[in-house]
C-alpha cells in the first residue's frame, strides 16, 4: 500500500506541481488549497506525512501543525518556508514538525525529507505494534503468576494455622521461607507489569497541579514520614502540566519513596521537592540526606532490577527507578542523579513544556510540610 501524503498550499500552481511530482513517485496524494480545509482532511483521515506552505491566509502552518500534533500525533508534518521564515520553521521543529525545507526547494531534497518521514513513520508503526504485543504478553504472563502466586500464599497460611501445634521449629521456619519468597514474587510480578505499562501514551491526557499530586503522595506516606520522623519540603511553585495522572504520580511517588526508604542511620531523613524553569523543559529535582549511590551504580540503578550495592540491603524489586526513566524518557524528557556516598543524593529530571506554563508564582523558598 502507497504512502499517504496531504500537500496544502494556497498556491495552485505550487499545489499541482506537488500533487504531480509525488503522484509521479507512487504516493497517495491529496491535496488541499487552505490550511482550515487541510484540517478537515486530517479529521476524516490517516496520512503518513502532511506536506504544508508555513505561511496562508486563513491557518497557518504552525497552527495547522498543532492541530496534527493534537488529533493524530503520528503523522509526520513537513513545512515548506521561505529563507525569512526560518525561525517559524525552527519554531515548528519545537512543536513536533518532521523536518522543514526552504524555498525554492529542490526537488531532490524534498523527495529524500518526505521518504525519509515515511520511512520513519512505517518503523514507529512496527515498533507500536510489537510493543502492544509485548505489553500485552507481560500482562497475560504477570497476571497468571499473581494468581498461583495468590493461592500459594493462601495454601501456606491455611497450613501454618492448622499445623502450627504439630510442626517443630525446623519446619515452621520453612513455612516462613516459602510464604516470605511468594510474597517477594508477587510484588515482583507487580512491579514487572507496571513497568511494562510506564511511559506508554496516555489514554487521558488532562491538567495536573503537581502541588496538589505531591500532597497526595506525601498523604499516601504519611505513616512512613511520622515513623522515620523526616523532614519534608516543597517547593511552592510547583507548575500545572498537562500529562497522565497515573504515570505522573506514580514518577514522583517512585522517587519520593526511594528518598525515604533509602535514609541513613542517626540522621534524621531530609527530603526536598524542587522545580525551575529550564527553558523549553520544567526542571525538578527530589533530593534527600541518606546513604547516596556509589559512582559506578549511577547508571545502573535506572536498568531493570539494577540496584546499587549499598541500596541492595533495602527491600525492593529493583525496578523502581526504571519505571521512573521510562516513564520521564516516554515524555520526551531525561533524568540523572548527581551523589555523594553518606551525604545524599539528588534525583534530577525533565519535563518538556510544550506550551504549558506554571499557574503560581514562583518563590524560591520551600515551604516544610
Not at 509525488?22 to 486530517?42: I, N, P
Amino acid at each position: 500500500m502507497p504512502a499517504k501524503l496531504l500537500v496544502v498550499d494556497d498556491d495552485a500552481y505550487v499545489l499541482a506541481y506537488l500533487e504531480a511530482l509525488f503522484s509521479g513517485d507512487g504516493y497517495a496524494v491529496s491535496t488541499a488549497s487552505s490550511g482550515s480545509k487541510a484540517l478537515e482532511m486530517v479529521h476524516a483521515n490517516d496520512y503518513d506525512v502532511v506536506l504544508t506552505d508555513l505561511m496562508m491566509e486563513d491557518v497557518n502552518g504552525l497552527k495547522l501543525l498543532e492541530e496534527v500534533r493534537s488529533v493524530k500525533p503520528d503523522t509526520a508534518v513537513i513545512l515548506l518556508t521561505a529563507y525569512g521564515s526560518l525561525r517559524s520553521a525552527i519554531s515548528a521543529l519545537r512543536l513536533g514538525a518532521a523536518d522543514y525545507v526552504l524555498k525554492p526547494a529542490d526537488e531532490e531534497e524534498l523527495r529524500l525529507r518526505v521518504r525519509n518521514a515515511c520511512e520513519k513513520r512505517a518503523i514507529k508503526k512496527q515498533y507500536d505494534v510489537r510493543s502492544r504485543e509485548l505489553e500485552s504478553f507481560v500482562f497475560a504472563v504477570s497476571h497468571d503468576l499473581a494468581g498461583h502466586l495468590v493461592a500459594l500464599r493462601g495454601f501456606v497460611r491455611r497450613l501454618q494455622k492448622k499445623e502450627a501445634a504439630q510442626t517443630d521449629a525446623d519446619c515452621r521456619s520453612y513455612i516462613e521461607h516459602i510464604n516470605s519468597s511468594a510474597e517477594l514474587m508477587e510484588r515482583l510480578v507487580k512491579a514487572i507489569g507496571e513497568f511494562a505499562k510506564a511511559g506508554t501514551r496516555p489514554t487521558k491526557v488532562e491538567k495536573i497541579d503537581l502541588g496538589k499530586l505531591v500532597d497526595d503522595v506525601l498523604q499516601n506516606f504519611q505513616s512512613l514520614i511520622e515513623e522515620k520522623n523526616v523532614d519534608v519540603r516543597i517547593a511552592p511553585n510547583l507548575p500545572t502540566i498537562d500529562g497522565d495522572w497515573v504515570s505522573t504520580y506514580q514518577l514522583f511517588s517512585n522517587l519520593i519513596s526511594n528518598a525515604i526508604k533509602f535514609s541513613r542511620e542517626g540522621v534524621r531523613p531530609v527530603v526536598e521537592v524542587g522545580f525551575e524553569d529550564a527553558g523549553e523543559f520544567h526542571r525538578f529535582l527530589v533530593r534527600d540526606n541518606g546513604i547516596g549511590v556509589r559512582k559506578a551504580d549511577r547508571e545502573r540503578i535506572f536498568e531493570m532490577f539494577g540496584r546499587g550495592k549499598d541500596r541492595e540491603k533495602v527491600p525492593g524489586t529493583g525496578l523502581g527507578l526504571a519505571i521512573v526513566r521510562k516513564i520521564v524518557t516516554g515524555a520526551g524528557g531525561d533524568i540523572w542523579v548527581e551523589s555523594e556516598e553518606n551525604t545524599g543524593s539528588t534525583f534530577y529530571f525533565t519535563l518538556p513544556k510544550s506550551g504549558i506554563q506554571p499557574e503560581r508564582e514562583v518563590s524560591g523558598e520551600l515551604r516544610a510540610v
